[in-house]
């Protein structure tokens, strides 16, 4: 069970760092407090860093304004839970068993020395193991998604190993650890995050499909009788679409922004004609529809990879991910498909307080800062000593605190005008005015 504590995460994605701080309730229940978001400009490609100096400026900025928010300052971020996700990101399925020297009762020992047996499974040695997800186990012949307290002598079990390229988990630690000092508190894998929270367990049982639909990369998660059966991530995403349209002679900010305006996925009865400022209409359609219908194309072939049918997934399509937004995709997707597509929806057990991000947008990074949580009751936050802050007791916004790693910074002299009790006064007033800095929107 959650102790009341405050928690700090990262996801860190194609096209953006985002963090947030939370605090968690007894009884479950995550208040997610502040929110803030930098773009990567190419520090990040299909979910792997890597320029690891440039990500770090990027997370310092990133924690840097969470602390100064009025429901964190001031406590600082001293570690943090990292989602991971990725091109290379996969799972593969291994089975394992154990034989027991008497008729035993299933304990959460023996279950666990099943799961570092998986972990310990023979796979491609350029992929390193994250995690290892369960499918059922078997007492015996009696098979059961519950094996704990169960009595008999032999064990097997069926697991979905997840799997990637070592630098996905060693460029996050060499970019927190090394030049931000940062602790990580434990990687969370995105996916098997948002699958947990976001989908009941009747979709799961029945069968369903997760689809998080990103800027270079889109993760489908398939889930049959309960538990996950299939994962993969597609190197395609909403940013294909926009650097598809950049063959217009448009730059790519120019070509996000027909994407959201004038972009559907759907092919329209007849072409468009209109020109708007020297661009056709109909060739924005055509390059968006074209790409769009190849995106959904590699999603429904997932189901045919996981040896399954349609059928076989009548708990239907859940979709998240900021480039599921463009217009039109979700019925595209049904179409092809014929299976129902919702949007998926945060539990009420988490609850958003951060209201200038719209909680779309923010659902993985929600799920990312639950489920680590749960991995163990690290304090992410910690307060100051007193002597340390200013007389406003609020952390100076314009020299963020020095970590290990960072160069110490020197002391600005101080002017006459800025100290006593004008000086604070000004200062405070100065502070609460101050605009954000946050950069252009996202490329998705």
Known sequence: MMTERYIAALEISSSKITGAVGLTREGGQLDVLAVETERTEESVRYGLIQNP?????????????????????????????????????????????????????????????????????????????????????????TETLQPKGLIGHDISATYDIIVSRPELRRNITRTLSEKLGIRNEGFVVTAMATGHLLLSNDEKRLGCMLVDFGAETTTVSI??????????????????????????????????????????????????????????????????????????????????????????????????????????????????????????????????????????????????????ATLNDAQCLEMPARDSLPANGIPNEDEPEETPGMKPRPAKPESNSSSGLLGRIKRGISNYFRPDDDGDPDIE
Not at 109 to 129: F, H, N, T, W, Y
């Open 223 to 372: 889930y049959k009788y309960g538990h996950l059966q299939f994962f993969n991530t597609l190197p395609l995403g909403g940013r294909n679409i926009t650097r598809d349209l950049t063959s217009l002679s448009l730059l790519e900010e120019r070509a996000e922004e027909i994407k959201k305006s004038s972009g559907n996925a759907l092919a329209g009865e007849a072409a468009s004609s209109i020109n708007v400022n020297g661009l056709r209409l109909s060739d924005v359609s055509s390059i968006v529809v074209s790409r769009s219908e190849e995106i959904v194309a590699n999603i429904i072939a997932t189901i045919e990879y996981a040896d399954l049918e349609e059928k076989d997934l009548p708990g239907g399509i859940i979709c998240i991910g900021r480039a599921s937004k463009l217009n039109g995709l979700l019925e595209l997707l049904a179409n092809k498909s014929d299976l129902p597509v919702r949007r998926g929806q945060l539990p009420p057990y988490i609850h958003v307080e951060e209201m200038r991000h719209p909680i779309d947008d923010m659902l993985q990074l929600a799920c990312i800062l639950y489920e680590g």
């Open 53 to 141: 100096e440039e990500a770090a400026m990027r997370i310092r900025r990133v924690l840097d304004k969470l602390q100064r928010k009025p429901e964190v300052a001031p406590r600082r971020i001293g570690g943090v839970y990292v989602g991971i996700s990725g091109r290379s990101l996969h799972s593969v399925t291994a089975d394992v068993d154990m034989h027991l020297a008497e008729e035993t009762e299933i304990s959460e020992s023996i279950l666990d020395r099943l799961r570092d047996k998986a972990l310990g499974s023979m796979v491609d040695p350029q992929l390193e193991v994250i995690d290892a997800v369960p499918r059922a186990f078997k007492i015996g012949k």
